[in-house]
Structures are given as C-alpha cells and as structure tokens.
C-alpha cells in the first residue's frame, strides 16, 4: 500500500513539473527588468559577416543595408515585427528611451536601425504607420524587403528563427566605419545600450 501511495505522489509531481516547464513563458515572451542595470546581459564582440543587401526603409527608400542604411556611423540595431504584442514593444520602448537620449546625436553621429524579420507582412507603409505609432524620429529607421534577402541577414547576425514568434531578443552595437558588432542578448537598460555606443565612439576617437 505505502509502495502505491509513493508510486503516485511520484505520478504527481512529474505531471506537474512537465505541466510547469509547457507553459513557461519563451524567451521572447520573457518580461525584463528595464531600469535595473545589474539584470542586463554582459555584451561580447560578434566576428560577424553581414551580407550588403538591398533591403527598404518606411519610405519605402531603397539602400544596402552596411553601406547605405548604417553606412560609416555607429547604429543600435534590433529586429522586430508590428504584429507582435510581447517582445517587440518592449525593444521598441527600450529604443525610445535610447532616441531620447541621443538628443541632438541621432541620424547623425549614430542612427538606429529596427529590421522586421517578417518582412512578407511588413511592407514599407505598415512599417511607417508603425514608426508614427512609437514616435520615431528621423535618424530612426526601420527596414524590410525581400524575405531571401532579409533571411540571409539574419543568419548572418546569428539572430534568425524559422519561428518569428520565438525570436531572440538582441541588440546589435555596430561600428560601421569598422564593422565592428558587439551583442547584447535579451532586453538590455538603456544605459547598457548608451554605454555600449560610448565606448564605440571612444575607441573611434583614440585612432
């Protein structure tokens, strides 16, 4: 009798250990801790490749993406898509936060750049509509394109999903005159991301 009862408490516990684990929350669905710096994630330099593709901004302008788009200034890039209602609006806050704090700076000595990893939905008028919803200043931009072309740049970066709903969530710290990447994982503070483009514009001026 003892051997059945401990047979089903063990019963039990596993059902609700597998229960626990199916209905954590993912990655992308994770809520962080935005104002506390010691949560942030520590960055390390990305040995990155990114292809020069042709992809277009709200406007619906054409550019490449190294050359044109990030060209030889410093850039804060992350990934979204404007149906997402976990993860995406609160990299787009974080980014909000980091436009109010370049001031003067932004869309000259450092731009951020948000690319849409569902670029099939997110053509250059719904990314626009999105940019005016979140206030996005000009210095702010936000691209898509072709999904091949999109894809190869995401694997690139290291940051692709063949399931957009469970996309890391990344922030890239890019030296364009360098192409010099550093990668914060998760939903780093906007100090992280301020400290991150300091230290860039740091080394620059040491040369």
Known sequence: MLRKILICVCLSVLVMLSQAQAHSPSQHQQKPVLDNEQADSPSNVANLKVPDLELLNQDGEKGRFMSDFIGDRLAAVTFTYTTCTTACPILDGIFKQVQARLGDKLG??????????????????????????????PGWSFLTGKK???????KALEVYSTDIFNHPPTVFIVDGQQELWTRVNGYPSTSKVMKELDRF??????K
């Open 108 to 137: 000259k000595d450092v731009i951020l750049v948000t690319l849409s990893i569902d670029p099939v939905t997110d053509i250059p008028q719904r990314l626009k509509a999105h940019a005016q919803k979140i206030e996005a200043r």
């Open 148 to 154: 091949q072309a999109v894809n190869r740049i995401l």
């Open 201 to 206: 514009d740091g080394a620059r001026a040491q």
